[in-house]
């Protein structure tokens, strides 16, 4: 049973893999190269072919720009069943953009630090993997000094991101009250993503004018960071950027140890880890919720909904043992009653979930994943076990899709996998999980 759903897995991942050493989330949809998906998609390739997993990561941090911010999709080749394109995006216009490929100009979870540290766990020869680490540790370096030098407004340790997009949880109910702060025009585009997936699992029309309207303001000041960050109308804290930004310094320091040498950069890292680590407690944890949540910097208020997100700190060791145990309640009594699959995206007792609609609801296997191991930390096993379990539970029973319906018994459909089929990081984490 493990082998054959691990030889399942591993298909999916071959199939994605594509000539130029990088790997599609899933065909149609998503068509070229994801940040955040590489990292957990490596992680899938280094358990059954660490050459895979090695260029994953080699082509992503190729596409770093000279200020050392990597792009959230690179293009590496044309494709029109995906919008909006690398003609819509024109990461051209900004001075020190790559060269060599067309990107976004916008950002995804910088999960590299963590990715390379966990790559060395899993890789056999250890020798060959630390040469590895060492080759391409500092571009993962470079992009955190980016993060800290350019997105820090006030200095907290807290980095923002601009877009919703950036924060991978692409329509979640968070962004909501944003959208109403806001009046975009009307675009006309032909969408692409609803001819591959049902449009009631995606975004709607008036969302997109949101997204694309915050990029435009980018471009007309050539994505520049001082610019965006006076006049997006997105700028927002966000619980799991800021918690993956804080889990792969740590894993960094531990990685430049290893190496040896670069004190420099371990005391610049050590030194924003205790900034960030207060920051994060200080200015996201909400005392009535119970847990992690957003912050609207736009607008100087906090965005106060359950989200997965909102316990991903778990996984970043900065909440101590009491913060610890309050999050797993909390995800318990909001999120995790009998009848449910954990974790879902948002809140389920809140009006604005959706069991189907994507970031508004159903269950993510890279949040679970996270959870998984941020929960395990904290020596909180039952429920990180129940995680892992519950995650294999839905890919055996349905497929290896991008989503799943967090409902045990689903009314609505026969199947609890939505989205994406063949999607990359729910094979790649399986594999992680099952390879434990
Ligand atoms: C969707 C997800 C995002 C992911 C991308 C590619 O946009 O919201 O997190 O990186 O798909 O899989």
Known sequence: MKEQIINKAIQVLDNNFQKGGFTIPSKGLYPFQWKWDSGFIALGFAHYDIDKAKQEVETILDAQWENGFIPHIVFHNDSDTYFPGPEFHQSHLHPLASKKYRSTGMTQPPVFGFILERLYEIADDKQDMLDFINKQIDKVYDNHVYFYKNRDLNQDGLVYIYHNWESGTDNSPLWDDIWTTMNPPEYTFERRDTSHVDASQRPSKREYDHYLHIIDIAKEHNYDDAKIAELSPFLVLDPLFNAILIRSNEALINLYQQIGGHQDK?????????????????????????????????????????????????????PDADKAKRLAETMLKRFGDEGRYLCASFDPTHDRFNPKKYWRGPVWINMNWMLYHGLRRHGINDLADRIKADSLELIEKNGFFEYFDSRKSNPDSETNGYGGNNFSWSAALLIDFLKE
């Open 266 to 318: 371990i005391d610049f890292l050590k030194q924003q880890q205790l900034k960030s680590i207060s920051g994060l407690n200080s200015k996201l944890f909400n005392e009535e919720l119970g847990a992690y949540v957003h912050y609207d910097l736009r607008n100087d208020r906090q965005i106060p909904y359950l989200c997965s997100s909102s316990f991903a700190p778990l996984y970043s060791g900065a």
